[in-house]
């Protein structure tokens, strides 16, 4: 892929942005006056450079948008994590050229069990061309997307933490843990769950702390295949979250809860695991030489505003969760991939008055909705008689394809369907990597460009052709005449009327050029 040419020297479009009007509030200090600021290095500053700050930032350089990105880490983390990626996440990955490169480093699994992990096969016929669950190293998948925001040209800066910023009504100025001050236009915090940016707006983060604490790690063990097997079988009658799960000869992911709750901060110790499996099991497993140790609580928090003037968060700094139904790294990625597009164009200057505003107003309520199903399912698992109880009415009503399709389909983020307003089914929702003429849809979305797909060869997008592609295919596996695609692949609009088409045109990507 080729890469476009960085440069930090201000764009033609630079100045064609909205008016902004800094007013009072938390995160909204006005900083020297115009004739004291330093010049714009930037349009968007990202604090952070996980998978969520990675993804923005390669999705924000698709429209030639100047990013830095500002990682306080000097190295990325040497301990392999397993995480997954959903459905929804492997088809945005798709969208942009990644899936074969991404397929290369991780194994497809059945798209099944996630809920509370009970186990139920996937349902039949997922809407989905990419209907699996995808287990990959997260080192891997953060040094993918940081690779593909790097060759897109994205800025990469390691050791640097945001110390403090104020805003203007021009743009952010951040200071570094240094003392070193940068400007752009703008600042988008992914800087995980104890966000520096989240704290130094002053957004609330309510919800609820941990109340409970489980143990992660990979560590070989000392004791037989099958007696690890048999015993977790028994202790999986009563205990949903103990798990012991080969990875590969004598070395296993071991999950084991704990009674408290500690400092998150401080990582366990292998004596803490021993003695815990000694507690649970009567044995320790014989565990030795770890890979990686990790605790991780329940605690469930979402940020109360997504957005203060010039100042934004995704990802683990918007909200936080319990890891059931592995949940957090899709979700912040799909933070991204929905914004992306629409900060660029406010950026490039197109961008409709109230675009911006709709990364709220359509991610908030996503979070909200897993925030819900990881407490749901938090107390499906729960040892108590009472939960138990449910959780064997739900295991049972699972069997109902209605219900375990609902399911995987929430967990998996395909059943997503923003609030567009009034209209069909299909408003709003996200459309399948359907098979066209010119080969499969996901593949002409490449660019990060909205796309009209017409099945009556009649309409045309017009002055909105530098930001919106045209295919004219009758042979399109659609249910509706035309559709209207955003760049993230969420439809805009359907139907068959020129004029209705012009105004949601409009209405997602601004005045015509002509």
Aim: proline fraction near 6%; include cysteine; glycine fraction near 10%.
């Amino acid at each position: 892929m080729d890469s476009p040419q960085f440069t930090a020297e201000p764009s033609s479009n630079d100045m064609v942005e909205r008016d902004f009007t800094v007013g009072d509030g938390p995160g909204l200090r006005s900083s020297a006056s115009g004739a004291d600021r330093a010049p714009l290095m930037f349009d968007v500053i990202i604090a952070g450079c996980g998978p969520t700050g990675a993804m923005l930032a390669a999705e924000l350089r698709l429209h030639d948008v100047r990013v830095l990105v500002l990682e306080k880490e000097t190295e990325p983390v040497s301990f392999v994590r397993i995480v997954g990626l959903h459905i929804r996440s492997i088809e945005l990955t798709a969208m942009r050229g990644l899936l074969d490169r991404i397929l290369e480093h991780g194994r497809q699994r059945p798209a099944g069990g996630f809920f509370a992990a009970i186990t139920k096969p996937a349902p039949k016929d997922l809407d989905s061309a990419h209907a699996y669950l995808l287990g990959i190293p997260q080192p891997v998948i953060v040094h993918l997307l940081e690779e593909h925001a790097i060759e897109l040209g994205a800025q990469v800066r390691r050791g640097c933490a945001v110390a403090d910023f104020e805003q203007d009504e021009e743009g952010v100025t951040v200071e570094l843990a240094d003392g070193e001050q940068l400007r752009s236009r703008y600042l988008v915090g992914c800087d995980g769950g104890r966000s520096t940016v989240r704290k130094l707006l002053g957004v609330g983060f309510p919800g609820e702390p941990s109340r409970t604490e489980t143990l992660m790690g990979e560590l070989e063990v000392g004791v037989p295949q099958e007696e690890i097997a048999a015993k977790v079988t028994e202790i999986h009658e009563t205990n949903k979250i103990f798990s012991l799960r080969p990875l590969r000869e004598r070395v296993y992911r071991v999950v084991v809860p704990v009674a408290g709750v500690s400092d998150r901060a401080e990582p366990p110790t292998l004596e803490e695991f021993k003695q815990q499996l000694r507690a649970i099991a009567g044995t320790d497993f014989g565990v030795h030489s770890p890979r990686w140790l990790s605790r991780f609580g329940d605690a469930t928090r979402l940020a109360e505003r997504y957005r203060v003037g010039r100042v934004l968060l995704a990802g683990d700094a918007a909200h936080i969760h319990p890891p059931t139904g592995g949940q957090g790294l899709n979700l912040g990625v799909q933070d991204a991939f929905n914004l992306g597009w629409k900060l660029a164009a406010q950026i490039r200057g197109w961008a409709p008055e109230t675009l911006l505003d709709t990364y709220q107003a359509e991610r908030h309520p996503v979070a909200e909705d897993v925030l819900d199903n990881t407490r749901a399912q938090m107390e499906l698992l729960s040892t108590e008689p009472g939960p138990q109880a449910v959780r064997r009415l739900l295991t049972e009503l699972m069997d109902l394809d209605e219900v375990n399709r609902y399911l995987i389909e929430k967990i998996t983020a395909i059943g997503i369907r923003y609030d567009l307003g009034e209209g069909p089914d299909l408003l709003g929702r996200r459309l399948r990597d359907i098979d066209l003429k010119q080969g499969h849809l996901y593949g002409l979305l490449h660019h990060g460009r909205g796309l009209l797909l017409d099945r009556t060869e009649r309409l045309t997008v017009g002055g909105w052709s530098d930001r919106v592609d045209y295919l004219a295919d009758p042979t399109a596996v659609l249910d509706v005449p035309c559709v209207l695609l955003r760049p993230d692949g969420h439809i805009a609009w359907t139907g068959d009327d020129q004029q209705d088409l012009d105004d949601h045109l409009s209405r997602w990507f601004g005045k015509p050029t002509n």
